[in-house]
């Protein structure tokens, strides 16, 4: 087991408490937004040749078009590099400037190279830092706002779903992101979903620099929206932290006879030769198709379901990435 003193230098998540809920929504309480979201698609599906009456996910993603996607920016793409492979991370620093930013700045120093995954707890996180203080801090990193929100900007676009949510007002997508949002506090906040990526911190909110990060790998413990700072989402090589040995100490951290993951290095994506980079697309998720796809994950068209959901839930909802074609 690791020391008490290094264990209170860690910045902790803690594990998530269950909630659950049934939000019904038929179509005589249809709602404005589901009327949008089922034509817009119809619309889509209209228009693509071939489309099938109930087309499922697959047939979606195969009739889509040049401008339902988007490379990454290379400028806002961080490669963690592990022994095994490269994970892809898409920072958001439309939500989180300040710890973009401070990411950014320890990634040019290289300061997570070499520094361990130091926790894998069964269906939580990943998190990897440097509890032992052994690279110093580089110039310009200090305490930032903590970022758990942001106020709402008039021009975000936004693909609402229409069947609720338990932890906010609306829920959505916008810029590949899940997100969600009220508009009586005129605030718009990340969810912390599968895959979501967050900065470790203590007690003090301002305690978190990005300099500690964790990486969702469970059951989305939406709980922790709005309580810790997101700063992007893993869409490539999530199946190696999944696949990492869990930590058998407090938490899920390592104790002192495991050996952990270290980590190669960490780069932003703009930083590595061309040749070298992971060339990926991400789905629109302001477009008829990303509708589309939407409703055919609501209703799934395939012969397996007899009972069709009629809804969905936000971390449910597949954010697709490929390689060009």
Same mark, same amino acid.
């Given at each position: 087991?690791?020391?008490?003193?290094?264990? =209170?230098?860690?910045? &902790?998540?803690?594990?998530?408490?269950?909630?659950?809920?049934?939000?019904?929504?038929?179509?005589?309480?249809?709602?404005?937004?589901?009327?949008?979201?089922?034509?817009?698609?119809?619309?889509?599906?209209?228009? +693509?040749?071939?489309?099938?009456?109930?087309?499922?996910?697959?047939?979606? /993603?195969?009739?889509?078009?040049?401008?339902?996607?988007?490379?990454?920016?290379?400028?806002?793409?961080?490669?963690?590099?592990?022994?095994?492979?490269?994970?892809?991370?898409? !920072?958001?620093?439309?939500?989180?400037?300040?710890?973009?930013?401070?990411?950014?700045?320890? +990634?040019?120093?290289?300061?997570?190279?070499?520094?361990?995954?130091?926790?894998?707890?069964?269906?939580?996180?990943?998190?990897?830092?440097?509890?032992?203080?052994?690279?110093?801090?580089?110039?310009?990193?200090?305490?930032?706002?903590?970022?758990?929100?942001?106020?709402?900007?008039?021009?975000?676009?936004?693909?609402?779903?229409?069947?609720?949510?338990?932890?906010?007002?609306?829920?959505?997508?916008?810029?590949?992101?899940?997100?969600?949002?009220?508009?009586? /506090?005129?605030?718009?906040?990340?969810?912390?979903?599968?895959?979501?990526?967050?900065?470790?911190?203590?007690?003090?909110?301002?305690?978190?620099?990005?300099?500690? /990060?964790?990486?969702?790998?469970?059951? =989305?413990?939406?709980?922790?929206?709005?309580?810790?700072?997101?700063?992007? &989402?893993?869409?490539?090589?999530?199946?190696?932290?999944?696949?990492?040995?869990?930590?058998?100490?407090?938490?899920?951290?390592?104790?002192?006879?495991?050996?952990?993951?270290?980590?190669?290095?960490?780069?932003?994506?703009?930083?590595?030769?061309?040749?070298?980079?992971?060339? /990926?697309?991400?789905?629109?998720?302001?477009?008829?198709?990303?509708? +589309?796809?939407?409703?055919?994950? &609501?209703?799934?068209?395939?012969?397996?379901?007899?009972?069709?959901?009629?809804?969905?839930? !936000?971390?449910?909802?597949?954010?697709?990435?490929?390689?060009?074609?």
């Amino acid at each position: 087991m690791m020391t008490n003193k290094q264990s =209170s230098e860690i910045r &902790r998540i803690l594990p998530p408490e269950r909630h659950f809920s049934d939000v019904c929504n038929t179509l005589r309480s249809m709602t404005p937004n589901l009327r949008f979201l089922l034509l817009t698609a119809l619309a889509f599906l209209t228009e +693509a040749a071939g489309a099938q009456s109930q087309p499922g996910m697959a047939q979606i /993603l195969a009739a889509t078009k040049p401008s339902d996607w988007r490379r990454l920016d290379p400028d806002d793409t961080l490669y963690v590099d592990l022994p095994k492979g490269r994970v892809v991370i898409a !920072l958001a620093p439309r939500f989180a400037p300040l710890h973009v930013r401070n990411i950014k700045t320890l +990634a040019h120093a290289k300061y997570f190279d070499g520094l361990p995954v130091l926790r894998v707890q069964e269906n939580y996180v990943v998190q990897w830092g440097d509890p032992d203080n052994r690279h110093p801090i580089p110039p310009g990193i200090g305490k930032v706002a903590p970022e758990f929100d942001s106020p709402l900007p008039r021009d975000m676009a936004f693909t609402r779903l229409p069947d609720g949510d338990v932890y906010a007002p609306e829920v959505g997508f916008s810029d590949g992101f899940p997100v969600a949002r009220s508009a009586k /506090l005129g605030m718009a906040w990340l969810a912390h979903c599968y895959g979501m990526v967050g900065v470790g911190r203590d007690i003090d909110v301002e305690s978190g620099s990005g300099a500690e /990060l964790y990486v969702v790998i469970g059951h =989305s413990p939406r709980h922790l929206d709005r309580n810790v700072a997101l700063v992007g &989402r893993v869409v490539k090589g999530m199946e190696l932290l999944t696949s990492l040995p869990r930590g058998s100490g407090d938490m899920g951290f390592y104790a002192k006879d495991e050996v952990p993951v270290p980590i190669k290095s960490v780069r932003i994506a703009s930083d590595v030769p061309p040749p070298d980079r992971t060339d /990926l697309e991400i789905m629109r998720t302001d477009t008829p198709a990303f509708a +589309a796809l939407v409703e055919s994950r &609501r209703n799934r068209p395939e012969s397996f379901f007899k009972i069709q959901a009629g809804r969905i839930e !936000l971390c449910n909802v597949p954010l697709v990435v490929r390689q060009p074609p």
